[in-house]
């Protein structure tokens, strides 16, 4: 009865990781390298690198669009990206000419490295991990479903390994690969290993990408987690034309008034008289992303009109600011992501080794099947 | 059911395999976009536009409204001299007083070309026409409207 039910374990086992085998090594080796796509940006492209030699305080953000706007004087800005300090601040713009376009512009010496009018590896990594590049449809995708379910996938391969790996914990305090009795024990010895050194691991990915397939049900069903930015009322235009008095710079600096700690992220101007100023950044908030601080900020009276941080988040919220932190390994910056590199290499291979395994198996069973055949068609023959 | 199942056994990590296939597809399909012709242009005011759909599937929900997405090109006129600007689809344009109390259909974008989400019926109607409303800093209200062409009310 034992047997039949460690039998069962393992058929299960079995059934989670092995039909979408393959997707789920893709997605496993494209969120490793994903993991990375900051530091492989600015090792690639050498435009992408804020270099500063002679270290030079950071340009406030507002400088920066001025920047652009001098350099293409028909440009209209739309957003700011702010990443890293050892990356470029990308500031998107549309010009006659250009219909969407991304300058990388140094924050130290206000210089204007690149134009890109494509698409980013850092964007295109995470569309591929993401969502396998399946288009979004309204509210959905695909690909997002499809990656975010392997969740399931990932945390019932984890559950029935330790049901079957009797005594699993043992991995920890004596760890074994035996190399010397042939290429099924070390295969399975491996996959034990890493598997059960990469508990915690599984268990971040599992809870934090059925996170992922929540909020993609939630998408999908119009539910709002974050309410919308909200709208400047009518009366609050003017009846002629103006200038907004409240300009960027101006913005940016009641966001820090408010937040002494704010750390701009993901800046939007207003697309039209009745929008608003959408600032987000992070804060010292180690756990939370860099976007748990948002604020709207009326152009046309400077009023905050509507403002979000860790302190006022509901709990929905706080899950969908806190996952993204743990789920790319960027809490502790470039040492928590070295971490998470390596064990997305380790959950790879796992997934690699857990088919050798299957495949070794079976060709072994095929062939005792084929020789049982054979065995009894011998007698059948004579007879 | 049983051969069904001996199927997805054979073919299992083939289908794998078909699948992640697709990303390369889609990769060349965002590189490469197409949209529909634009409508022909109108005068309205100082202003020639010419909207665009994004494609030609019938409106879909955003939240308790029926929405369809278009991008409006201006070979003429200022947009800075827009106060505010409106898209609606129906039998006939829904009045400035009603739509400034929302966020849908509001012209949004950049002072090169305006993008919204305009206000639509659940299905399109051969009596429907898309509907432009556009108030100037002058306080003039401006309309004007487009039919909808066939093979959008053809959509499925």
Known sequence: MAKLSNRFWFQLHGWFSLPIWLIFCFVCLTGTIAVFSHELTWLTNPAARASNPDKLPAKPVAELVARVQQAYPTADVGSVMVFEPYLVTAVTFTDHDKPFAIAYVNQYSGDIQQINEGMTFINFMRSLHGWLLFPWQSGYSVGYYLVSAMAIVMLGALITGLVIYKNFWRSFTRPKVRLHQGKKTVLTDLHRLAGVWSIWFLMVMSATGLWYLVQAVMWHADIDIEPHAPLVAVSELPASQTTAPVDFAAAMQIAQQRFPDFQPSFLMLPEHNRGMYTLMGGGDHIFYDQYSYNLSINPWTGEIANEKSPATMSALQTVMHIADPLHYGTLGGIWTKAIWFLFGLILSGMSITGFMIWGSRTVKAVRAGRTAVNLQEVPDGAK | ?156
């Open chain 2, 1 to 156: 059911m049983a051969q069904s199942n001996r199927f997805w056994q054979r073919h299992k990590f083939k289908l794998n395999g078909l699948v992640l296939l697709l990303p390369l597809w889609f990769l060349y399909d965002s590189l490469n976009p197409e949209f529909p012709p634009a409508w022909p242009a109108q005068q309205l005011g100082q202003f020639e536009i010419a909207p665009m759909p994004l494609d030609l599937k019938p409106p879909y929900a955003h939240h308790d409204q029926y929405v369809k997405d278009f991008y409006l090109s201006f070979s003429q006129g200022d947009i800075a001299a827009i106060r505010q600007g409106y898209l609606n689809i129906g039998p006939a344009p829904l009045p400035l007083a009603e739509l400034q109390q929302h966020e849908e259909g509001i012209l949004h974008g950049s002072r090169h070309g305006q993008h919204v989400h305009a206000i639509a019926p659940p299905q399109l109607a051969a009596t429907d026409k898309v509907w432009l409303t556009l108030q100037t800093w002058q306080g003039e209200v401006l309309t004007t409207s487009w039919p909808v062409p066939a093979e959008l009310l053809a959509a499925r």
